[in-house]
């Protein structure tokens, strides 16, 4: 065959190709290009604001919109509840191959084997739940009273101002409550005041590597027979994100040495052990130790620094939240605070306690609504003979198989008008305590926000954990200091790496509030 056969051959498959991927979806509209190239998508996750990108297509193209050849996104919460309760949708290899951590190992995570991933959830569920970890609010507690012995002792302002990255020292609670209730050894990041073997600074790194390879349709590699040993990080690496997973695995592997030689080690209550009393071992304990430290500790502290940002930013929410936070005080349903407190947990608020506060709670759902902590499309399958689905009432079928997949636009989804009524863009806290004429309203604005942690089979397990940091400790930053931004016009600098948001240089000057207890 001459060479320009071979080239004319090359062309002709290529058109098809293209054709045959056009086709599939072709009744669903979507920005150009994107009907027969990845490259549109590629540049939006390769600019740090996917998220963002998805809810213009959305906005723009309706409740499901194309956004690659083989690609759906929807922002229907009904719709997306659906995919994730339907038997037949399966996580996308697409997405979830490309957020393995380690060489051809999947977590809970990153599982797409859909009777692989409940097994595994229920080895994990009464470890993450608190039913196995009662010492879990102690082991939050404490951490949170260093997070505040920090504050105090080196970045108070007074006289003077004194800047403090408070991006950084959120993950650095989140980091060392996720080790101790995780692994049960801290990382003692807030005793220290460092990135402790620069966790912080591997893992972002890591983060960026992957969003960067699964956006230019190179995350195969990482995964590709022989080769793949070579580029995904390993243990034996002296630096980066290999570090981070040997100094994981030193911890798990010390725990599972010792774990049934005494009693104290089978009755010892943190999530580890949990996930020892339910068979896992080996590889697979070690695989999902790494996980929850990585997905555990950036969602949460992402929600926690939303939360705060969105109040300091906001004169009436920040003084009407205090205003709650002292009459909780003085009526005594929360303890009087003890000054100076660095290691036992005194005098803190429980997570009981946190939960009955309306407008504190109404904060929280709000911030996590306007900025979800965690934003990417998490793309399922499209079972192989397809599927019908009801949008605005209106039955739709979206096709199946040859690697069709549908994801979800968070943006969008949670500043719907139509959810969240005209001021669906605002931060404003008290919709979440206001009367509506239709109940029905009301309750689908709260499904719709429960959706931040996920639904049906793929709800997130760390919710629990996420609820108890985040009452707990936005109640005691603001009980105890008053916070300004550095630079109101810049409060942050944020990128989105696989759905996780990379936040840093929130730079802020803390002082000890006058008026407290």
Known sequence: MSLSTTIICSLVAICIFSI????????????????????????????????????????????????????????????????????????????????????????????????????????MAPGYSGRENLDLEKSVDERLSELLHLIRSKYLSSTCIVPMDLAKKVQYFTLDVISSVGLGKTFGMLQSDTDTDNYLQSSEEGLAIGNTALALGFSWIAQAPILGRFIAPSPSDNNGFGKMMASAFRVVDERAASFFSTSANKEKSDMLASFMRHALSGDELRSEALEQIIAGSDTTAAAIRGTLLHVITNPRVYGKLQREIDDTVARGDAPASILNTSTTGTGLITAAQAAKLPYLQAVIRESTRVLTPVSNIFARDVPKDGDTVVVDGENVFIPGGDGVCIGYSAYAMHRSEQIYGQDAQAFRPERWLESYPDPTKYARMIRTNDLVFGHGHFRCLGRPVAQIELGKTVFELLRNFDIALMDPTHPWDVRNHLGLFAISNMWVHVMERANRD
């Open 20 to 123: 045959t991927r056009y086709t599939k979806l072709r009744h669903f509209p979507g920005p150009r290009w994107t009907a027969i190239s990845d490259w549109p998508h590629s540049l939006a996750m390769l600019s740090g604001n996917c998220h963002k990108w998805y809810a213009d297509v959305s906005e723009k193209y309706g409740p499901i919109a194309r956004v690659a050849p083989r690609i759906l996104i929807t922002s229907s919460p009904e719709v997306w509840m659906h995919v994730n309760t339907k038997p037949g949708y399966k996580r996308s290899d697409w997405y979830y191959n490309a957020a393995r951590i380690e060489y051809q190992r999947d977590n809970v995570f990153s599982q797409t084997d859909n009777a692989k991933h409940e097994a595994r959830r229920k080895q």
